[in-house]
């Protein structure tokens, strides 16, 4: 006898419920972000790091070789994802000297990138420092994300960076990644047809969050049925057998829980991913928001091995726990309190709970 979707999906919930808690206790470095720099040279208005025109102590080489010495020392770096970010990674002028040093450690890495200052030579430099994935951001058609990043002529170049990126054809995954807000979701048709004629591995979508520059922006918030128009349309497309997924951000409850993304959501904040940041700070997600009780250390007095297990207690731990309306939830077990980077911390709350937007 066939087994109803929703009850396969509660059994599967279920398990990566028991999972979860598990992991909590012994979790899994697989992701390690190295925030190089907050200076940019765009100043999208949904930074959640607020980056752009910034001028700050940012970590040297000499730190950098420090810290990837010490982490291979420390972990199977077999098991790890190096995640280049910034601002944009692109303006250290040290930039290739980091990463070749970890190439020849052997650590494999992947970016994000606006892609503006990506030529054919430095595609091509990318190929030989050991670069394997990278996603870049287009946020809408050309006027929509020149406005939404504050670039004139950045979704030109951008796209010439995209295409000199699928021309050296050295790289595991070149990625697209759009953030949809009330403004631009009417353009998904539109893009659509773009990333389609683009040699791209996958077209990841993404959702304006209320994190850094987009709090100023609250009329640009997705509204119900926005949600529900962008998860029919990746839904659609991936039943189509197109490489189309929504990011990584929050429970989704049964209707569109492994539908829109290969699996289950998971929060991967301190349990699968860390993070350090331009100035040496040690977190969890770089879009969770930068405070005393979520910063976990500094490399600069701390190792960073000892701060992944010794620490990071507040996000391994059931957030759902922390407030009533979420202990009271029957999807309290699956989402945990939901995602770390858009929980309130101040109140104890999340900021975004797609229960109540969507079921």
């Known amino acids: 006898m066939a087994i109803d979707k929703y009850e396969l999906k509660k059994k599967h919930l279920t398990q990566l419920k028991e999972y979860q808690k598990e992991l909590c206790l012994k979790p899994q470095l697989r992701h390690l972000f190295l925030e190089l720099t907050l200076r940019c040279n765009e ?12 001028r700050q102590d940012e970590m040297s080489f000499e730190d950098y070789r420090r810290i990837l010495d010490e982490v291979k020392e420390d972990f199977d770096i077999r098991k790890i994802q190096l995640c280049i970010t910034g601002g944009e990674p692109l303006l250290r002028k040290d930039f290739f000297e980091i990463l070749g040093y970890a190439h020849s450690l052997g650590y494999r890495w992947g970016m994000t990138s606006n892609a503006t200052l990506i030529d054919r030579d430095t595609a091509h430099r990318l190929a030989l420092t050991g670069m394997r994935t990278i996603s870049v951001s287009i946020d809408g058609l050309e006027e929509t994300h020149d406005r939404l990043r504050g670039m004139k002529g950045g979704y030109r170049r951008a796209m010439e960076g995209i295409r000199n990126l699928i021309d050296e054809d050295a790289f595991e995954s070149v990625q697209v990644t759009t953030v949809v807000n009330h403004g631009n979701i009417g353009e998904l048709d539109e893009l659509f047809e773009i990333m389609d004629g683009l040699d791209i591995d996958s077209w990841r979508v993404i959702h304006l969050e209320p994190i850094g520059r987009a709090l100023l922006r609250p009329e640009m918030m997705l509204t119900k049925e926005d949600y529900i128009r962008l998860f029919d349309f990746i839904q659609e497309k991936r039943r189509q057998g197109y490489p189309l997924e929504f990011g990584c951000s929050h429970y ?30 040690i977190g969890a997600c770089l879009d969770i928001e930068r405070r005393s009780e979520t910063i976990q250390g500094n490399i600069y007095k701390d190792r960073f091995s000892d701060v992944w297990h010794n620490r990071f207690e507040i996000f391994r731990r059931d957030f759902s726990r922390e407030n009533q309306k979420c202990r009271e939830c029957g999807h309290a077990g699956f989402c945990r309190g939901d995602a770390r980077h858009s929980w309130d911390y101040d109140n104890m709350r999340p900021m975004v709970c797609m229960k109540d937007i969507l079921f």
């Open 252 to 281: 989704l409850g049964p209707e569109y829980e492994a539908e829109v993304r290969e699996w289950y959501w998971l929060c991967n904040a301190g349990v699968y991913t860390a993070s350090i940041m331009a100035n040496g700070d």
């Open 43 to 54: 100043h999208c208005f949904h930074c959640g790091s607020y980056c752009g025109d910034i």
